[in-house]
């Protein structure tokens, strides 16, 4: 049992750690959080508190072509981090570089326009509606400042 042991474990363009289980080895990739996760161990039949280490090839292959299409293995679209898309209009899911490219383009695309995110982006203050007067005092000169 010792020789199927692997240290590390590549998925989807990154290594995760063979010591830890399934479903906490999965959540390492930018983009699959805990519940993605467990889906995903219930979708393969895969126990989820199972060291990665010992997991099959063939298991990281499904593993992959899960994170590449969810909606092929009935993953419901609310679990999908990129839902309608800007550009096409589709339901998908995007991890690691590919997650990172996008949100840039996104914030790039609101400042470009000169949207209020965009122009809040820009100022480096809060973009939700949070407030600002004794808040987020750091990273900007909102606000008393004191002596």
């Not at 909606?71 to 550009?87: A, S």
């Not at 590919?98 to 809060?126: C, F, Q, V, W």
Request: contains cysteine; hydrophobic residues 30%; aromatic residues 4%.
């Amino acid at each position: 049992m010792e020789d199927d042991f692997k240290h590390l474990v590549r998925i989807s363009r990154k290594d995760v750690d063979g010591n830890k289980t399934i479903e906490q080895a999965l959540t390492e990739i930018k983009g699959v959080g805990i519940s993605l996760s467990t889906t995903m161990c219930r979708t393969l039949d895969l126990d989820s508190e199972a060291q990665i280490g010992y997991i099959a090839d063939e298991d990281v292959l499904k593993i992959e072509e899960i994170l590449e299409n969810p909606q092929k293995f009935n993953i419901p679209n609310w679990m999908l981090n990129r839902r309608e898309d800007y550009e096409t209009g589709e339901n998908i899911h995007l991890i690691e570089s590919d997650l990172d490219m996008t949100l840039r383009d996104d914030l790039n695309r609101m400042k470009k326009t000169r949207s209020y995110k965009g122009r809040r982006h820009e100022a480096g203050l809060p973009v939700r509606g949070q407030r600002t007067k004794s808040t987020f005092r750091n990273s900007s000169s909102v606000g008393v400042k004191r002596s």
